[in-house]
């Protein structure tokens, strides 16, 4: 069984992402770490977002034209502006018969569920 070694850049990208709440961009959280690690890479960046993602301990969302990162784990939505491209949390109770009823139509076994809504946010409300 092989194990993968922590580094300080992972635990950085890490460190990042918990300490945020705006679903950044690989290039985003990038500019964010550079401060502390100046030679870090973007493709270090890139590969360290891709294992925590594989590894569970964040996730990514696709948005209008990149890829955004969330590690707040617990069970919550999103919605994409239509207008600017930001990712927004939503919190919404989904009762448990939203489960039932996708274990129901599925024939399976539904586990757990990602909602991305689209709209506007309050700043392109607002212009529009």
Do not use: W
């Amino acid at each position: 069984m092989s194990t993968t070694r922590n580094s300080k850049q992972r635990d950085a990208v890490l460190s990042d992402l918990q300490s945020r709440y705006d679903h950044p961009t690989a290039e985003e959280v990038y500019f964010s770490v550079k401060k502390s690690f100046p030679n870090i890479s973007l493709a270090t960046v890139y590969r360290n977002l891709c294992f925590l993602n594989d590894e569970g301990k964040i996730f990514s969302i696709s948005g209008r034209d990149a890829v955004h990162y969330d590690a707040h784990l617990h069970e919550h939505n999103h919605l994409l502006c239509r207008t600017c491209g930001r990712i927004f949390d939503v919190n919404i109770c989904i009762n448990s018969s939203f489960l039932d009823d996708a274990n129901t139509n599925f024939n399976g076994c539904v586990d757990g569920y990602s909602l991305l809504f689209h709209g506007l946010c309050n700043s392109c409300n607002k212009i529009n």
